[in-house]
Structure formats: structure tokens, C-alpha cells
T-cell receptor, first 114, second 113 residues
């Protein structure tokens, strides 16, 4: 119940296309769902996050879609660019992430081809 | 600017050596974390700390210990390094209170031969 399952493990998208990464969870007590982005040689950094009281959150070309009943959430990257090539991690937490303890998915390596 | 620094980017140690990985944050954060990152396994939590001199086991604490004597510094210790501890080690910090963004250091790639 503590796991967050992420798919696919790797993804290749053409420039301008839509990248979609999916995550699923079991524990309904999770109430904070962030996505982290990691470039080679760098540590992960927060990209965008959502709480279960909304079904969608958009920041620029990045959108989180959240389906509470299905216990799934996904990251959509519109108009994907080569600069978006990175590893993406979904995560989940309890208590709004108040203690900062996150459960991470296994990551998706995204390559955007020019 | 928020900053988490790790003492080494690359480290090579021999089997059986005692290894210290240091992490320092300059944001006065209460929470600090140590993860290891392996291909296909994602980020796995080793230990975390909510306060000075306080520590909690994560998902994979075996073979590791930690020390937090000062708020800004969190050390990961491999008492007797083994080859299966070859990995990328990431330190992170966050403040308490929802939501809590974790800020990561650049990582230390440890090779145990």
C-alpha cells in the first residue's frame, strides 16, 4: 500500500509531441502528489504538485491530471522540447506532505527527439 | 538561493572501508533525507531526520547509519562498505508544514571496489 507505481520506464517523443507519464497508488490516505524532474548530473527538483481536491493542475506546458476514484495521476507535457529530456519521478505523501516524507515512483526517462 | 551541498561528487572506496557522506543545507530546514538512486529502482529512502539528534529508518537502512549533530548537517555513514552499496546517493532537505518541497543536492556517486 505504500508503493507508487510509475509507467513507462522510458519514453521517446518527437519534438512538439505530447509526453504522458502515469502513476498509480493504493493508499487512499495519500493527499499530496508532486512530480520531480531530474537532469543528468543534477538532483531532482520539484516540477509541479497537486492535491486530491482538484482534478487538474496546469503550469505552462506541464499538466497533472488526477483521478481520485481510479487512484491514478499523470503528467502531461505539451509541445515537448529537447530541453525536457530528463528523468521524471512521481511521488505521494501523507498529511499534505507536512513532514516532507515522500514515496517516489521508479522514474521515467524521457527523451525528446529534435 | 536554496542550496544543498554534498561533500563529494565522486568517491571510490574499497570493500570494508568506513565511508562518510556529508550533506549541508543553508535553508534552516528541519527535515533532512538520504536516498540512494539506482537504475530501474528509482529513489529509495535510507534514513531521514526531523530534528537535530533525531533519526528515523527509511525503506533500506541496512548497512547504513546517520548522524545529525547540527541542524544544517546530515551525515550518512557506511560502517563497512560493500560492493552492493555502489550507487548514487542523494541528500535532500525540506521544511516542516504542508506542502513540503524537498530540495536535493547534486548527489555523490560512490563506487565500492
Amino acid at each position: 500500500q505504500q508503493q507508487v507505481k510509475q509507467s513507462p520506464q522510458s519514453l521517446i517523443v518527437q519534438k512538439g509531441g505530447i509526453s504522458i507519464i502515469n502513476c498509480a497508488y493504493e493508499n487512499t490516505a495519500f493527499d499530496y502528489f508532486p512530480w520531480y524532474q531530474q537532469f543528468p548530473g543534477k538532483g531532482p527538483a520539484l516540477l509541479i504538485a497537486i492535491r486530491p481536491d482538484v482534478s487538474e493542475k496546469k503550469e505552462g506546458r506541464f499538466t497533472i491530471s488526477f483521478n481520485k476514484s481510479a487512484k491514478q495521476f499523470s503528467l502531461h507535457i505539451m509541445d515537448s522540447q529537447p530541453g525536457d529530456s530528463a528523468t521524471y519521478f512521481c511521488a505521494a505523501s501523507f498529511n499534505g506532505g507536512s513532514q516532507g516524507n515522500l514515496i517516489f515512483g521508479k522514474g521515467t526517462k524521457l527523451s525528446v527527439k529534435p | 538561493d536554496v542550496k544543498v551541498t554534498q561533500s563529494s561528487r565522486y568517491l571510490v572506496k574499497r570493500t570494508g572501508e568506513k565511508v562518510f557522506l556529508e550533506c549541508v543545507q543553508d535553508m534552516d530546514h528541519e527535515n533532512m533525507f538520504w536516498y540512494r538512486q539506482d537504475p530501474g529502482l528509482g529513489l529509495r529512502l535510507i534514513y531521514f531526520s526531523y530534528d537535530v539528534k533525531m533519526k528515523e529508518k527509511g525503506d533500506i537502512p541496512e548497512g547504513y547509519s546517520v548522524s545529525r549533530e547540527k541542524k544544517e548537517r546530515f551525515s550518512l555513514i557506511l560502517e563497512s562498505a560493500s560492493t552492493n552499496q555502489t550507487s548514487m546517493y542523494l541528500c535532500a532537505s525540506s521544511e516542516t508544514g504542508p506542502p513540503s518541497e524537498q530540495y536535493f543536492g547534486p548527489g555523490t556517486r560512490l563506487t565500492v571496489t
